[in-house]
C-alpha cells in the first residue's frame, strides 16, 4: 500500500509493557537528569522525556564554571549531557520528544507525548521556566488565523504560500525545516544575535534555498484582516520592515514556568508557577515538580539538581508504599 | 495486506479485551468519488476484526440514503460509533473523514469509551449537559499530524455521551477544504459550537465547559 497512515502514532498502548514505567520525568535538564540517577540507581523503571540538549535554561548557557564537583568552564549542554550519561549509565532512558497533555487522574497515570502514550505510576515535571510572560501585538487576535504554535500541525494549511517563523532554538528550527515540506518561502526571525540551536539543524537551515535567515531580528507585530498579512519586524541597528506572509510561527521563549501541558490540572500561583510540599509533592499524590517550576525559587542548577534528588526519593518512597525515604549511605 | 503492525494489532487485543458492551462502527462510503474512503472502510473493517465485541455496517452514502439521513450523515467518508447490544445507543459520535495519524486515538479512545458507557467527565461538566435544554453541534477540526488534535476530539466525542442534545464530530480539515473555508480554520485543533463560537486548542474540560455555556446563555 502506497499510503503512510501513520495508525501506530499516537496509539494508546495500554498492556504493552513497552509504554509503562515506574517514574517519567518530564524535562531533561539539570532537575530531570539528577532525579533520574536517582529513580534508576533505585531500580525504578526511568524514562525522561525532553525537547532538546538546547530547550532548556541550561542547555542554551556558555560558560558554568560554579557548578559544585565540575570546575569548568563548561557549557550548559556539556553539563547536562554529563548528568544524562550519568543517569543513563543505571538504566533511565532518554527520549526526545514533546509532551502534550497528562492524564493524572488516570491509572497508571498517563502522558501523551508526539510519538504516543507512556504510562507511569509516578511523574516528575520538570520542565523549567523559559515560557513566554506576553505575546506581540496581533498575536492573540490571529492564533488560528495564521499565528501557530505547531507547524507539523498546520503546515498543511499553507501548501505554496510564504510564512514567518520566529525563534533561535531546536524546536524553531525543526518546525521550520518540517514547514518547507509545504511553503514556497519561510522568512526565519532570530531574535538574538546566534541561535541556540545544534550545529546540525544550524547547517541544514543555512543550506536551503527557501528559507531566508534574519538574525538578530525582533517580531514587533503580526497584523491581517481577518488571517495574517504580514509581520513587522525590526533588526538590530536597522529600520523596521514589514514582510508579507500568510502565517507567523511563533517559538520564542521567555522567563514563566512551562505548564501549558499540564491543562489546568494543576493550581498555580498567578506568575504561573506550583506549590509542592517539602517533598517536591504536588497537590496530586504521586505527582512530583521540581526546578524553575517551582514558587520562590533560586534559578541555578545545583538547586534544580537538588530538588531533583527529592523528589526521585519521595517518588521511590510513593511506589513503593514507604513510611520513610530509604537513605542512599551508609 | 494489514495496515496495523502485528505488535499494535496485539495491543489493540489487548485493550479491546475490556470491552463489556458491544460497539458497531458504522461506515458510510462512496468507493467511486470520496477520498479516503476506501482507506477509513479498512480501518474500520480491520479494528472490528481485532475484537468480537467489535462489528462493522459499511454504507453507500447514495444507495443507503435513508439510513445515512437516520444518522444525520451528510459528509463522508463518516463514521458513527454507536453503542450495540441488547440497549443500542447512538450518542451522536461522528468521525468524518479518515482516522489516520493521531486521530486512530480518537478511534480506539472513542471505541472504548462507548462500550464503558462512562464519559469520564467531571461532576460539574456532567450536570451541565444532563440540564441542557437546546441543541448543541460540536466540529472539532483537526490534521492527522497533530498531537494536540485528539484530546480535543475525545472531549467533544465525551460531552456527546453526557447528553442527547450534544452532538460531536471530528472533521478532518484538508479533506473538507470548504468546511474549513466557510469556519476559516488555519490551525487544529479548532472547535466550533453551533456555527457561531469557536476554541483554539486542546482546551481544558474547565475552560471548554465556560465557552459552551457562554454559546447556550
Known amino acids: 500500500m502506497s499510503l503512510d497512515l501513520n495508525l501506530n502514532i499516537g496509539l ?35 524514562l525522561v522525556i525532553d525537547k532538546g540538549l538546547t530547550a532548556g535554561a541550561l542547555g542554551i548557557t556558555g560558560k558554568i564554571s560554579n557548578y ?29 520528544d514533546k509532551v502534550v497533555g497528562i492524564d493524572m487522574k488516570a491509572e497508571p497515570k498517563m502522558v501523551m507525548a508526539g510519538t504516543g502514550a507512556f504510562y507511569a505510576k509516578a511523574i516528575i515535571l520538570a520542565t523549567g521556566s523559559m515560557g513566554r510572560t506576553s505575546s506581540v501585538k496581533g498575536e492573540e487576535e490571529l492564533l488560528g ?15 505554496n504560500k510564504t510564512v514567518a517563523v520566529i525563534g533561535n532554538n531546536d524546536e524553531a528550527l525543526e518546525e521550520t525545516l518540517f514547514l518547507t515540506k509545504f511553503t514556497e518561502k519561510i522568512h526565519l526571525i532570530v531574535p538574538t544575535p546566534d541561535m541556540k540551536a545544534r550545529d546540525v539543524l544550524m547547517a541544514e537551515v543555512s543550506a536551503n534555498p527557501k528559507i531566508d535567515i534574519r538574525m ?12 495574517v498579512q504580514a509581520v513587522r519586524v525590526k533588526p538590530r541597528g536597522g529600520a523596521e520592515e514589514e514582510l508579507p506572509v500568510s502565517g507567523a510561527f511563533v517559538y520564542l521563549q521567555g522567563g514563566k514556568p512551562i505548564t501549558d501541558y499540564l491543562m489546568a490540572q494543576l493550581e498555580t500561583k498567578p506568575d504561573g508557577c506550583l506549590m509542592v510540599d517539602a517533598e517536591m509533592q504536588t497537590a496530586v499524590p504521586g505527582i512530583f515538580a521540581i526546578g524553575d517550576l517551582l514558587c520562590s525559587h533560586i534559578k541555578q542548577a545545583v538547586i534544580a539538581a537538588a530538588d531533583g534528588v527529592i523528589a526521585a526519593v519521595a517518588a521511590d518512597k510513593y511506589i513503593n508504599g514507604r513510611e520513610k525515604v530509604k537513605q542512599d549511605w551508609k | 495486506m494489514s ?37 477509513t472502510r479498512m480501518i474500520s473493517e480491520e479494528v472490528a476484526s481485532l475484537s468480537e465485541n467489535i462489528s462493522v455496517e459499511v454504507y453507500d452514502f447514495v444507495r443507503d440514503q435513508e439510513i445515512a439521513e437516520q444518522y444525520n450523515i451528510d459528509k463522508i467518508p463518516a463514521i458513527a460509533i454507536v453503542r450495540g447490544g441488547k440497549q443500542p445507543k447512538d450518542y451522536g459520535i461522528r468521525l468524518y473523514g479518515i482516522p489516520s495519524g493521531y486521530e486512530f486515538s480518537s478511534l480506539i479512545e472513542n471505541i472504548m469509551m462507548v462500550s464503558r458507557g462512562e464519559s469520564g467527565l467531571s461532576p460539574e461538566t456532567k450536570e ?23 484530546q480535543a ?45 469557536h476554541m483554539e486548542g486542546a482546551a481544558p474540560e474547565p475552560m471548554l465547559l465556560g465557552k459552551l455555556q457562554e454559546a447556550v446563555a
Open chain 1, 12 to 46: 494508546s498502548t495500554v498492556g504493552s509493557s513497552a509504554n509503562h514505567y515506574d517514574v517519567i520525568i518530564i524535562g531533561g535538564g539539570p532537575g530531570g537528569a539528577s532525579a533520574a540517577i536517582y529513580t534508576a540507581r533505585a531500580d525504578l523503571r526511568t
Open chain 1, 145 to 159: 488565523r495564521g499565528v501557530s504554535y505547531c507547524a507539523t500541525c498546520d503546515g498543511a494549511f499553507f501548501r
Open chain 2, 3 to 39: 495496515l496495523l503492525k502485528e505488535t499494535d494489532q496485539q495491543h489493540l487485543r489487548e485493550q479491546f479485551s475490556a470491552l463489556d458492551t458491544p460497539v458497531k462502527l458504522v461506515m458510510f462510503t462512496q468507493e467511486m468519488e470520496c477520498q479516503y474512503c476506501t482507506e
Open chain 1, 68 to 96: 559544585p564537583g565540575v570546575p569548568g568552564p563548561v557549557t550548559g549542554a556539556e553539563l547536562v549531557e554529563i548528568m544524562r550519561g550519568q543517569a543513563e549509565s543505571f538504566g533511565a532512558e532518554f527520549l526526545t
Open chain 2, 153 to 197: 476530539v475525545i472531549m467533544a466525542h465525551q460531552l456527546a455521551m453526557e447528553s442527547d442534545m450534544i452532538t460531536a464530530d471530528m472533521v478532518e480539515a484538508i479533506e473538507f477544504p470548504h468546511l474549513s473555508n466557510r469556519y476559516q480554520v488555519q490551525g487544529v485543533p479548532r472547535t466550533v459550537i453551533n456555527d457561531d463560537f
Open chain 1, 216 to 227: 538578530g531580528t525582533a517580531l514587533k507585530e503580526i497584523s491581517g484582516n481577518g488571517t
Open chain 2, 128 to 150: 451541565w449537559a444532563a440540564n441542557l435544554e437546546q441543541p448543541v453541534h460540536l466540529q472539532v477540526f483537526v490534521t492527522p499530524t497533530c498531537p494536540y488534535c485528539p
